[in-house]
């Protein structure tokens, strides 16, 4: 069983917590968390891209010249893609772009992630990150206290004083236990785990 060091808000060990070996000890499988954050990022796509086709333009419900005897090519209509203003040929319309990787394998990729923060020392467990006010000075302090830049801080329960103070801080990003997911993991360097939700996190993993 891994073993993790706890701080405390001004940088200082205090203690040890163990983490299980199902959850930040297993093998990494790249082409797993590819496939993870792939749908994470096409379910956030809004596929609203849209053009008009040739019986969405405006006009075209005249023949525009005679058929014979002008010298040029038969035409029925304006909206005819091969004229300027007319429709768009095989343009995109809206769709939806989500799908679904099932439960399990998000569940596993998530461990993945973990596991690889783990591996690389750059995961951090706090034993508590609240304020007694809104301060983003006094937040960034801490930061500084821990050596930690680009990071993404996970809670157990709302912290209203954590969240405020660090909302203009573009290298943070605080998230509750239930909505921690692969892309975010990924995406910031480091990871602080504040010391119950490691518990939160084991209960939802080990199932």
Known sequence: MAVAEIYNMNGEKVSEIDLPDEIFDV?????????????????KRAGTAATKGRSRVRGGG???????GTGRA???TRSSPLWRGGGVVFGPSPRSYS?????????????MALTSK????????????????????????????LKIRDTLIV???????LELSSRNVPYVKVLRSEGLNVYDVLRFKNL????????????????
């Open 27 to 43: 093998p990494i499988k790249q082409h797993v968390l590819h496939e993870v954050v792939r749908m994470q990022m096409n379910n």
């Open 62 to 68: 005249q023949k525009p010249y005679r058929q014979k």
């Open 74 to 76: 038969r035409a029925g």
């Open 99 to 111: 799908y679904k990787v099932p439960k399990r394998v998000r569940r596993q990729a998530l461990k």
């Open 118 to 145: 783990l591996q690389n020392n750059v995961l951090v467990v706090v034993d508590g990150l609240e304020f007694e006010t809104v301060k983003t000075r006094r937040f960034v302090e801490v930061i500084e206290a």
């Open 155 to 161: 809670t157990d329960h709302k912290i209203e004083s």
């Open 192 to 207: 602080i785990l504040l010391e119950p939700s490691v518990k939160q996190i084991t209960e939802r993993l080990a199932s």
